[in-house]
């Protein structure tokens, strides 16, 4: 069966941009919910270019459906996924001179 994961990292990159509190990416997610997704992803940056740790915080609290949380392979992050448990963490890599992500995992090397 056919799932819809909603991506809300570029509502986030729009509130960074313009330095204020909105749009909020947890109002992005719940309408995402109410349009019929089955899960929200998100990925958390070592340098929190757009999602921040309060985003994570609380959609961890608010979120129906399945949490997908994207992050670096580095300590930290890994910490940080471990105390909050999203129901699905998913290992990409990090470019700090990236717009967004570019690029998947060499796992063959």
Known sequence: MATLGVNI???ATIREARRTIEPDPVWAAAA???GGADAITI???E???HIQDRDLEVLKKTVQ???NLELAMNPL???IACR???DQVTIVPENREEVTTEGG???VR
């Open 84 to 86: 909050v448990a999203p």
């Open 9 to 11: 990292d570029h509502v």
């Open 65 to 67: 459906v399945k949490l």
């Open 77 to 79: 992050m890994v910490d």
């Open 32 to 34: 995402a919910e109410l």
């Open 47 to 49: 340098d929190r270019r």
């Open 105 to 107: 995992l060499d796992v």
């Open 43 to 45: 990925h958390l940056r």
